[in-house]
């Protein structure tokens, strides 16, 4: 059923479509918001990715301790920019610790994956990640409200 809004609609019969030169381009907008899922995916692909590297990682020293905690914050703030969302408070750091119980499992063998699980990565840098999507979040999602504008 049509409302009495439509209802005053009359359509010339003598109108055309605009012809090819006539039509806009895309706007940035448009183009951001193609490539927004990709970013979204980025995110948590970058968390998972230092989980792996994680494992990895020799640090023998203090200094080294203190350039792996900062990086830690700077993984979680990066990954919730890209996310732009507070599901990033969850997804990053379960994304984390998969991709460090995966890196343990290649390492010492597929039977360690469940405990690695279980227990996770260190606290601390559980809570260092969160820091990084604490302060990454809001800047993401502001980024993403300007781009709409």
């Known amino acids: 059923m049509l409302s009495q809004q439509q209802n005053n609609i009359h359509w010339l019969e003598d109108e055309t479509a605009p012809s ?11 183009s951001w918001r193609g490539w927004s899922l990709w970013l979204r995916i980025l995110g948590v692909v970058i968390a998972f990715v ?24 700077l ?3 990066v990954s919730a920019v890209l996310l732009r969302s507070w599901w990033s408070l969850l997804m990053v750091p379960v994304a984390l610790n998969l991709g ?3 890196s343990e499992s290649f390492q010492y063998g597929f039977d360690t994956f469940v405990p690695s699980l279980v227990f996770g990565v260190v606290v601390l840098l559980i809570v260092l990640v969160e820091i990084g999507v604490l302060i990454g979040t809001p ?5 993403e409200q300007r781009r709409r504008h």
Request: hydrophobic share 55%; glycine share 8%; charged share 10%.
């Open 139 to 143: 800047i993401g999602m502001l980024i």
């Open 50 to 73: 230092a989980g792996f590297a994680l494992m990895f990682l020799q640090t023998p020293d203090e200094a080294s301790w203190n350039v792996l905690l900062l990086l830690m914050i």
């Open 100 to 102: 460090h119980a995966l």
């Open 75 to 77: 993984v979680g703030g």
């Open 20 to 30: 090819l030169d006539q039509k806009q381009s895309v706007t940035s907008a448009s």
